[in-house]
């Protein structure tokens, strides 16, 4: 039996279909993989065991070792994110970016913050949302995928990289995928046959290969994010703009919250820390002790 190298680009209803060269083949994956704890993600190096090279189907029998991995969206193998959020239509929850950013934090995972529908942007609610970031050092951005607007660069940062998109439904993912590469992503007529896929939206992760080095995962939408492994005495450490201040804590321990002479809460007061990120750090501080309690 013949045996390839290839990537995973899409998982659902127990297929899985993985492009090896200029082929998908549609696999499943070995009984061995649920024993051991193993999921096969989307973005997975594997070995796929050859069954009819006509029919183009095989068995997932191995999984290589992944750079990394996230469980929402479920994805290994990434180089960055992209966070797409819209200016508005919908309206932002910067309480949900922030938990999103805590875990990337917590992975080690470079990002890019889109803020999406700059055309609409009447009030121009997009730079102060850009101000909250980028004075963190995130990389965040004004983009339109109707009008193009911010697009140039942004396709020159993806370049080379397998780049997850992530963020809300209605936010845009999908318009900026067909934004950034056009007809350049194409699925293969392999999955066309047996997928169908509504018009605007996405159910599961899938990647899309652009060129040779470079790829692209859609993920489904969310409106909730659960930041899981992560206890409240640790949350200050995945908001960069933390480190410093804290040094000038009086109290070793302290939460940030209700001690005197706390060097993050006297930052927030003298505008180092924004106000907004600081106030969602105290609403997940105080979900993150409650969970704990029960």
Do not use: Q
């Not at 061995?32 to 065991?49: H, N, S, T």
């Not at 009819?52 to 193998?77: C, I, M, Q, Y």
């Not at 804290?246 to 060097?263: A, L």
């Amino acid at each position: 039996m013949d045996s390839l190298k290839g990537k995973i680009i899409r998982g659902v209803g127990g297929f899985y279909y993985v492009v090896s060269g200029s082929h998908t083949y549609e696999c499943r994956a070995k009984g061995a993989f649920r024993k051991e704890g193993l999921k096969p993600l989307v973005g997975d190096d594997c070995i796929i065991d050859i069954i009819d090279e006509d029919k183009k189907t095989g068995n997932v029998v191995e999984l290589l070792p992944r750079r990394n991995s996230l469980f929402r969206p479920e994805v290994a193998n990434v180089d960055l994110l992209l966070i797409i959020f819209a200016v508005k239509n919908p309206d932002p929850s910067l309480n949900l970016l922030d938990r999103f950013l805590i875990n990337l934090e917590k992975e080690k995972l470079p990002c890019i913050i889109a803020f999406n529908k700059e055309d609409i942007d009447t009030e121009s609610l997009g730079e102060g949302f850009i101000s909250v970031y980028k004075n963190v050092g995130y990389d965040v951005r004004l983009i339109s995928a109707l009008t193009g607007e911010g697009f140039e660069e942004l396709e020159k940062a993806l370049k080379g990289r397998t780049t997850a998109l992530a963020g809300p439904s209605g936010a845009g993912k999908s318009s900026t995928i067909n934004r950034l590469f056009g007809d350049e992503i194409s699925v293969t007529g392999e999955i066309s046959a047996k997928i169908s896929r509504g018009k605007n939206t996405t159910r599961h992760s899938e990647l899309f290969m652009i060129s040779e080095d470079t790829f692209i995962c859609d993920t489904p939408g969310f409106t909730s994010f659960e930041n899981r492994g992560i206890t409240e005495a640790d949350l200050w450490k995945y908001y960069p703009e933390f480190a410093e201040p804290e040094k000038n804590c009086r109290f070793t321990g302290c939460s940030h919250i209700s001690e005197p002479d706390c060097g993050i809460k006297e930052a927030v007061s003298d505008g180092r820390i924004s106000a907004v990120r600081y106030d969602n750090y105290c609403k997940i501080y105080a979900e993150l002790a409650s969970r704990r309690k029960y």
